[in-house]
Structures are given as C-alpha cells and as structure tokens.
C-alpha cells in the first residue's frame, strides 16, 4: 500500500482492558483472524495488531492494544490507555468478579487517567456460557448506562457480537454525536426501529406530495 493510500485511514487506538481470563487475547483474535482457539494463552505485558475497515464511506485502522489483567501488570497498561481513543472493558459473563473488576478498579482508573472523550465500551463475554452465567445483562447494560458506553455481549467462541462491537466504535470515533443507544438492543429490535423510521419517513414524504396535489386542485378551480 501507497503512502497516499495509507494516509486515507484515520488512525483510531484501541486498548483491551479486563481482569485475567476474560477473553480479551481471544476476542483481538477473532476479530483480526477470525479464529479461535481454547488454547489461548494469557497476556503478559501488552501485544499489538491492526486492522483497516471501511464504514459509512470512511476508512478507518484500528490500532488495537491488548493489556494483561494481572495485578502486576496493571501499572504497564497506564501507559496505554492515557492517550486511546477507545478502552474496551471486557468482562466475563459466568465470573462475577470479573465484573466487579471492571466497575470497582478499570472504570475508575479510566475516568482518572485517560483522556475526557474517550470513548468507553462495555463487553460482556463469553455469552455462548449462558448457562453458568452470573452477572445479568441487565446489569451490564446500567453499568455502561452509568458510564455512557457503547454495550455488546458477545462470543469470541462463536464470534458473535464481535464486528458488531468494533462497527459500533468505528461509527462513534467517526461521528461523536452519534447515539450508543443501538449498542443495547437486540438486532431485532435495531431492524423494528430502523423499519419504523423508514415508515414514518415515507409517510411525511406522502403527506407533503399530498399537500401540494391539494394545493394545485385549489388552484385550478
């Protein structure tokens, strides 16, 4: 790829926080590779990948961070999100204190130590374990509420959720003022309010067509 290629990106830093064995290592692979293995060993220090996607017309390169979650490697991951453009906080569904992780410790250091308009993610993984699960959606979703993140439960396993989660950060980075709302619906409910906008759409459309139909009768009498 060209210089002049390459400068057509907008570079946007992305770093994986979490506790230890949340799946952060498996959630970079699956989204860079589209691969996954149980066999994923855990993170010591940090790892580094890119990716380059278009959406909406722009290009974007995600320039993608993953942190260790052990204690003594909490002090190098500082120096990683101090200047991101996006901190994902992972947790995993079936361990609480996972959870309690990212809401007592990762979050608060965030608010501290990274930049005001960074752009703050939420990702409860490991949704395919749904069976030994023990934080409710639910309670994902008023934590990101609180801290006004983007939400997205997702699989590294089964890969679900992952491009939906990294689209949604793309948009955002691209456009700040864009809502995170669509982040805590299911797709379902995303396809009724998109099909019910289009509805109201076409509908001030016929209603102006009729105006002026109405308007033109009036004056051809």
Do not use: H
Request: proline fraction near 2%; aromatic fraction near 10%; charge should be negative.
């Amino acid at each position: 790829m060209s210089d002049d290629e390459e400068s057509e990106y907008i570079p946007c830093k992305v770093v994986l926080l979490g506790e230890t064995g949340v799946g952060k290592t498996s959630i970079l692979t699956r989204y860079v590779s589209g691969t996954f293995s149980q066999l994923t060993m855990t993170s010591t220090g940090s790892s580094f990948v890119a990716k380059k996607i278009e959406i909406d017309n722009y290009k974007v390169k995600f320039q993608i961070w993953d942190t260790a979650g052990e204690e003594k490697y909490r002090s190098l991951a500082k120096i990683f999100y101090q200047n991101a453009a996006v901190a994902i906080l992972v947790y995993d569904i079936t361990t609480r204190s996972s959870f309690n992780g990212i809401k007592d410790y990762w979050a608060k250091e965030i608010k501290e130590y990274s930049p005001e308009d960074i752009i703050l993610v939420i990702a409860a993984n490991k949704s395919d374990n749904y069976m030994d699960q023990q934080v409710p959606t639910q309670e994902g979703k008023d934590l990101a509420r609180e801290l006004n993140a983007i939400f997205k439960c997702t699989s590294a396993k089964l890969g679900d959720g992952i491009d939906d989660l990294f689209n949604l950060i793309a948009e955002k980075y691209i456009d700040p003022t864009k809502s995170i709302s669509e982040s805590f619906m299911s797709k379902e409910e995303i396809l009724e309010q998109k099909k019910q906008i289009q509805i109201e759409e076409i509908r001030k459309i016929t209603n102006q067509e009729d105006k002026k139909n109405n308007k033109k009768n009036c004056c051809a009498k």
